[in-house]
């Protein structure tokens, strides 16, 4: 810093680093710009004016040597903005490497080689018995997920057969009442018997949805998965062990009888002697 007149004041000024140089901001109030003389000498920037306020005078000094060819100036309301940009250096000259020779001998690599293929050969190891617990872990989590659909499945089939045995029941009490009807004639009766046959429908609906069929044993060969036999009769036009007639229909869920048909089978005595004979005559 050089040494100010006594006339000459010192403005406020800064300088700032920015990544390619420095910006030097010096405050000169009512100074015009034709006022303002700058001098740059390697990393010294001395700046003079004069205006309405006075004279000023500022030396700084800047960390670098800018490049004088890369000076900008701005001056706006009285604040001087001076732009500094670092003169472009060529990089320094690589220093040349020394070569160095490494020597190994041939039973350490074999031994460094040998080393590496158990480690390989431990971590494939590792990974296979990782792959195998996962594949284990992926089998139990289907078994289980599969079982507790089953549970599920086994536990829905157990609620609808228990409502639907409810509703079957009322079906054969609607029977049994039609049957004990004196006359059906009547119109109050009729009137009831149509209610007693929409409701009726009702419940065969529901069954159609659910899965629950009716089926017709009149005709059928006696079958104890399906059958219930309520008694046994005589007809001479049916074979033996056949369904007579039907006392109560059977209904059906998912293939297998949800509840049998009450029937009674025909018992012909007379078909039996005959094959008895015959079997006397083959003896």
Same mark, same amino acid.
């Given at each position: ?22 910006k030097?901001? $010096?405050?000169?109030?009512?100074? *015009?710009? &034709? ?17 309405s ?7 700084q $000094? ?8 890369r ?8 604040v001087?903005?001076?732009?500094l ?5 060529p990089?320094? *000259?690589? +220093? ?16 460094? $080689?040998?080393?590496? %293929?158990?480690?390989?050969?431990k ?14 872990l ?7 997920k599969?079982?507790?659909e089953?549970?599920?499945? +086994?536990?829905?089939?157990? %609620? ?11 079906? &054969? ?9 004196? &006359? ?40 104890p ?7 046994r009769?005589q007809?001479?036009e049916?074979?033996?062990?056949? $369904?007579?007639?039907?006392i ?12 049998p ?10 078909? %039996? ?11």
């Amino acid at each position: 810093m050089t040494e100010t007149r006594k006339d000459v004041r010192e403005p406020i000024a800064q300088v700032t680093e920015v990544p390619d140089g420095a910006k030097l901001m $010096v405050e000169l109030p009512g100074v *015009p710009q &034709d006022a303002i003389r700058m001098a740059i000498s390697k990393d010294i920037v001395n700046i003079e004016a004069k205006g309405s306020r006075g004279s000023f005078s500022t030396v700084q $000094v800047i960390p670098f040597e800018p490049d004088p060819d890369r000076v900008s100036v701005i001056f706006t309301q009285g604040v001087l903005e001076v732009s500094l940009r670092k003169k472009d250096t060529p990089p320094a *000259p690589e +220093a040349p490497q020394k070569s160095s020779e490494v020597t190994i001998s041939i039973e350490t690599l074999m031994s460094e $080689v040998c080393d590496l %293929k158990n480690e390989l050969a431990k971590e494939r190891e590792e990974n296979r018995a990782i792959l195998e617990r996962l594949s284990f872990l992926h089998k139990d989590f289907q078994n289980l997920k599969r079982r507790q659909e089953t549970e599920k499945e +086994a536990l829905a089939d157990r %609620k609808f057969s228990d409502i639907a045995l409810e509703l079957i029941d009322v079906l &054969d009490s609607f029977k049994i009442a039609r049957r004990s009807i004196p &006359d059906p004639e009547e119109p109050h009766v009729k009137n009831m018997l149509r209610g007693i046959a929409m409701i009726e429908n009702k419940v065969m609906e529901l069954f159609s949805k659910i899965g629950v069929k009716r089926f017709s044993s009149q005709g059928m060969h006696f079958d104890p998965n399906l059958h219930e036999a309520v008694g046994r009769v005589q007809v001479a036009e049916l074979e033996d062990e056949m $369904v007579a007639e039907e006392i109560a229909p059977g209904y059906m869920y998912k293939g297998r009888a949800l509840r049998p048909a009450k029937v009674k089978v025909n018992h012909s005595t007379g078909k %039996k002697r005959r094959t008895k004979d015959k079997d006397a005559e083959c003896a």
